[in-house]
């Protein structure tokens, strides 16, 4: 019985299909991904100062809130990092400060001496919240001379933002694993940016 020369010629060819065939599959999830992503940040102009970011490399919502410089970013994750949304306001700081969530493992470092934080002298936030900056005064200063700084902290927390960042540049917060259908509705943008202002205040 004779073999069909199609078959035996596609065959050779699956080697080569097959990666084109996965990529063209791979992008076009991307793809929708992405528009969808953009759409969101796009919808944000109803309620804030801003566009689009103009870079094709960037999904991220540019503007202003409250004076200050707003940039809204969004993050794909990859196999070892799970997607960000990221809500920053620029503000020039000499003070650096880091917050994270305790937990099981932190308190184990803590326990070695492995985990260097600062306390505010607050026993629940110290539990509550990892702290770590540049300048322990100022902590003493910013968090425990504020209840309001320290109650935006725990809303955003509470919301699934899971840092607090203030890098000399900007202060930041970060939720992963963000749901677009909820997290970029502008009303939940806002509140968040609302609590971000009140951090961002006494910068310096």
């Not at 804030?48 to 970011?53: A, W």
């Not at 400060?97 to 306390?119: C, D, H, P, Q, W």
Request: proline letters at 4%; hydrophobic letters at 40%.
């Amino acid at each position: 019985m004779s073999t069909c020369p199609y078959n035996s010629g596609f065959t050779q060819y699956l080697p080569i299909l097959l990666p084109i065939v996965w990529f063209g599959i791979f992008f076009s999830i991307m793809y929708f991904f992405n528009k969808r992503n953009k759409e969101a940040l796009k919808n944000l102009s109803t309620c804030l100062q801003g566009e689009l970011s103009k870079s094709i490399f960037l999904n991220a919502f540019e503007g202003q809130y409250q004076g200050l410089p707003l940039v809204i970013s969004l993050t794909q994750g990859s196999r070892s990092t799970p997607p960000y949304l990221r809500i920053s306001l620029s503000k020039v700081s000499t003070f650096k400060l880091t917050i994270y969530k305790e937990s099981a493992l932190s308190n184990i470092g803590e326990k070695l001496g492995l985990v260097r934080e600062v306390k505010i002298n607050d026993e629940a936030f110290d539990k509550e919240f990892l702290i770590f900056s540049n300048d322990e005064n100022r902590v003493m200063s910013y968090l425990a001379g504020s209840i309001d700084k320290r109650n935006a902290i725990r809303e955003l927390f509470s919301h699934g933002f899971n840092a607090f960042i203030i890098d000399g540049k900007r202060a930041l917060i970060q939720k992963p694993n963000y749901k677009v259908d909820y997290d970029l509705q502008p009303q939940q943008i806002t509140s968040a940016l609302q609590k971000l202002n009140i951090l961002v205040k006494g910068l310096m």
